[in-house]
């Protein structure tokens, strides 16, 4: 016990390379599929070489880590990872498998208070914990909390046979304590479940270089909404049974002056914190719906969602004036969805449910967004008269490997068809997550498996492009 150390991995130390090539097709797999729909372009210009070019980068990055062990005589990874782990052989096999994987520097702890006090001492936090939960002494748990607390650790993945309940648990605690959590890998570990955490790392890192940090201030946004700057990008919506488009979301990008895109995150919480939410929902409604009469007159009819600002609950001649915005622009009412974060409506329940009942009475839809995060789910499904649900991806991802996770999907599912309600699943990127809905009977994905948001004069091709997983 209580056993520290540094390991330094050279290539061929451990011998035998069917793990690396394991992990090198197991990466490359993974890296082509984020990287095909990637959403973190910066330039307008530019933003299809990017995005087609960024497999290959991304692919090769990892290539140059996982071939090592094969001796093809590619640089080794910087990558610096710690495994915590009490059972000698199973630390040892972890130590193997991150060789196997071109991982340059490991470190190694056979507890929660030895790795603490490796932890203090270096110079900088390892990218990587690999941590075991059941320990003697200090548990993963407790072990976890002080990384957190004093940030000893960029990212953490659990390795456990422990209960899935309880490593979800874990990995929500770390969550809330601010951790990038790779998530989960049952034991025994092996070379790919342990490259799909290296996997998700080299991802988040890989979208970190390219997102550059931006100020923004509420100036910058009056003006960019007053200039037209801030456009709808759409998201396509697809029928789980024949694969068909059937709709769309249309999700707010800034194009600067200068080509360059700006993601929502960078300037969404600016316009809330400035009072300019009314201003881009309408901006929003006005140009998808000159989008979506191009495409009803060139015969693509697509139904449209548009994210609802707060203010629009507050507003008793919404419901006209928007009913009046859409017609003018040749729109049909009964075509647009407005989404409506749940936790919007009981801020002002009276006013609110006065409103989205008008607005459903002028023929909009009304989405209930992210279902299942905020407090008054079920009882705002009583009240107001939503026609679709929306099931937050916080619940879809994994869901299929997370009996919890998807006993809260098939819930969801089995009470909205029972409310009459649509449903449309948010956060679709791989064919499990695809398979497990459509069996579970959802009405349509939403999702980097069928698309990131395009801009307007891409969607045709890019619906084209779509093919229903088998």
Not at 176 to 193: H, I, N, R, W
Request: glycine residues 10%.
């Amino acid at each position: 016990m209580g056993e520290v150390g540094v390991r330094r991995s050279r290539r061929g130390e451990f011998g035998g390379a069917g793990h690396g090539g394991s992990c090198l097709r197991l990466a490359a797999t993974r890296m082509r599929t984020r990287a095909r729909f990637s959403d973190a372009n910066s330039n307008a210009r530019t933003q299809n070489a990017r995005a087609a070019s960024r497999a290959p980068r991304r692919r090769s990055r990892l290539a140059l880590r996982a071939c090592e062990s094969s001796g093809e005589g590619m640089a080794l990874s910087a990558l610096r990872v710690l495994v915590v782990e009490d059972h000698g052989f199973q630390r040892r096999v972890a130590l193997r498998l991150l060789a196997e994987c071109g991982i340059e520097g490991v470190l190694e702890a056979a507890d929660g208070t030895s790795a603490l006090a490796l932890l203090e001492r270096q110079a900088q936090p390892p990218d990587v914990v690999l941590v075991d939960l059941d320990m003697p002494g200090m548990d993963g748990i407790e072990f976890i909390g002080h990384v957190a607390q004093r940030r000893l650790a960029r990212a953490v993945a659990l390795v456990s046979a422990l209960d899935p309940a309880l490593l979800n648990t874990v990995q929500t605690m770390a969550r809330a304590y601010g951790l990038f959590v790779l998530g989960s890998v049952e034991k025994p570990l092996t070379g790919d479940k342990l490259q799909a955490v290296l996997a998700k790392y080299e991802e988040r890192q890989a979208e970190a270089g390219e997102d550059e940090a931006i100020e923004v201030s509420g100036e910058d946004m009056r003006a960019a909404l007053a200039a037209g700057e801030v456009v709808p990008w759409f998201q396509p919506q697809v029928e789980f049974g024949n694969g068909k488009a059937i709709g769309i979301e249309a999700l707010a990008r800034w194009r600067r002056a200068d080509g360059h895109v700006v993601l929502p995150r960078h300037f969404i919480p600016v316009i809330e914190r400035h009072g300019l939410a009314e201003a881009l929902t309408e901006a929003m409604l006005v140009q998808a719906c000159q989008w979506k009469r191009q495409w009803d007159d060139a015969g693509m009819r697509l139904r449209l969602s548009v994210n609802v600002s707060p203010a629009t609950l507050h507003d008793p001649a919404a419901a006209d004036h928007y009913q009046r915005l859409v017609q003018e622009l040749g729109v049909d009412p009964a075509d647009v969805v407005l989404e409506i974060t749940e936790s919007l409506v009981m801020a002002d329940a009276a006013r609110g449910l006065g409103v989205l009942a008008r607005l459903r009475l002028k023929g909009f839809g009304l989405s209930i967004d992210d279902f299942g995060t905020g407090y008054s789910s079920l009882a705002q499904l009583s009240q107001v008269p939503f026609t679709e649900l929306k099931i937050d991806q916080g619940f879809v991802t994994d869901a299929h490997a997370q009996p919890r996770k998807r006993a809260v999907v098939e819930a969801s599912l089995d009470l909205a068809r029972k409310l009459g309600l649509e449903t449309v699943a948010e956060g679709v990127e791989t064919t499990d997550d695809w398979q497990m809905l459509a069996a579970l009977g959802c009405d349509a994905a939403q999702g980097f498996l069928v698309s990131p948001a395009v801009p307007g004069e891409e969607l045709v091709a890019t619906i084209g492009r779509w093919r229903r997983p088998n």
